[in-house]
């Protein structure tokens, strides 16, 4: 399920950065991409970064799906 919610925002992110040119949205998936390279193992969703990383992911869902940007 998380892949899939992964690829999605993406995905979409991509697209609504292309169609927007949204620099928000193109800062927070160059953060998400970067946090997912090293494929993280253990505490990444109990640990501080992992915080952060939460908080770039509701970024970038919310600019998918604000109609008004």
Do not use: E, H
């Not at 993406?10 to 949204?22: D, E, L």
């Amino acid at each position: 399920c998380f892949f899939i919610f992964f690829f999605y925002l993406i995905f979409c992110g991509i697209k609504t950065y292309v169609k927007n040119k949204n620099v928000t949205l193109l800062a927070s998936l160059l953060f998400f991409l970067s946090m997912l390279l090293p494929l993280p193992a253990g505490s990444f969703f109990t640990s501080f970064g992992a915080t952060i990383f939460w908080v770039n992911v509701g970024l970038i869902y919310n600019k998918i799906n604000n109609r008004n940007d």
